[in-house]
């Protein structure tokens, strides 16, 4: 384990209110309702839902960006205070600064720690290697791939040491292998460092392959519509009956239709070894 250590997260009757900018409703909109959330140090949570069901909006919250809520949110047993490094956000877009370096951009990560020139070179080299991207410290973000700008990300996040992760649809804009590989990267950086990690997700795989527990929500107004528990041993088999039976867990759960025939109008005569032939 590193020396980071993770934050435990608790979301206690949260309300959020957006003020209504469509001139068709009168005062604010609620967008979130009865929020509650309680997320262990260093576990695994993903949220999923709908879109416009409120993830983003508990995300920023949690980060501190915006402070027009009710209820309580607490990280490490403190109500937040606005923004704080201890806790990292990552996006679908890289967010870089394009007229900087990879180790420029990574280096900006650790702005406050207060190293030296030499202790700061250090720190952002290891977290370049860290994320396989040591060959392109030098390289500005339209030199890279999606997939690698995705990691120089990662790494500019925790160059500010956070102890809380709140990721947002990190993989969504990736090609599937490169979605595939970071979710690799993801869990083994979780696993060495023990920082709690808080995912929106709309992929349900990537749900069942990384958390601990899988929060669903539903929209208008964005509430938990049910909580599934994940105790699937890891690594996780992705391909196996026990994964796909959590998948169709949460595919009920979300409400979405996978073409399952209703029980009892199976086709018996469809292996999959018949089906593949
Ligand atoms: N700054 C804002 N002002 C007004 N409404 C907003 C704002 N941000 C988000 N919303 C609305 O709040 C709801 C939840 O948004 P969001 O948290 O982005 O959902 P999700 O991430 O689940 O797709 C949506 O209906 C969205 O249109
Ligand atoms: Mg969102």
């Known amino acids: 384990m ?26 604010p909109r609620q967008v979130l309702r009865g929020i509650d959330l309680e997320v262990e140090a260093g576990a695994f949570v993903t949220l999923i839902g709908p879109s416009g069901c409120g993830k ?20 490490g047993g403190v109500p937040i205070r606005g923004p704080d490094l201890s806790r990292g956000m990552l996006f679908q877009e890289h967010r870089l600064f394009p007229w900087l370096t ?22 952002v080299g290891g977290l370049l290697e860290r994320v396989g991207l040591a060959h392109a ?3 500005f973000p339209s030199q890279l ?18 102890r809380l992760l709140l990721l947002d649809e990190p993989f969504s804009a990736l090609d599937a292998f490169n979605r595939l590989a970071l979710q690799l990267e ?17 992929d ?15 929209a208008d107004p964005g509430r938990i519509r049910t909580v599934v528990e994940n105790r699937l041993p890891r690594p996780r088999d992705r391909v196996s009956p026990v994964f ?34």
């Open 2 to 27: 590193d020396t980071a250590r993770g934050l435990p997260l608790e979301i206690a009757r949260l309300d959020k209110h957006y003020a209504d900018r469509s001139g068709t409703r009168r005062g």
């Open 56 to 75: 983003s909006t508990i995300l920023r919250l949690v980060a501190g960006l915006d402070a027009d809520f009710s209820g309580a949110i607490r990280v």
């Open 102 to 123: 990879v180790r420029q951009n990574v280096a900006l990560g650790a702005f406050h720690s207060g190293l030296g020139a030499a202790a700061l070179d250090a720190h």
């Open 137 to 139: 410290a030098d390289l």
């Open 145 to 162: 791939s999606g997939g690698m700008a995705q990691r120089a990300s990662i790494a500019r996040t925790l160059a500010g040491n956070p």
């Open 186 to 202: 993801l869990e083994r950086l979780w696993l060495r460092t023990g920082i709690t990690m808080i995912l929106v997700s709309h």
């Open 204 to 218: 349900i795989e990537e749900a069942v392959y990384l958390s601990d527990r899988i929060v669903v929500l539903e």
């Open 244 to 277: 796909n039976a959590l998948k169709a867990r949460l595919f009920e759960a979300l409400h979405v239709e996978t073409g399952a025939p209703p029980a009892g109008l199976a086709d018996p005569a469809h292996t999959p070894e018949e089906a593949i032939r």
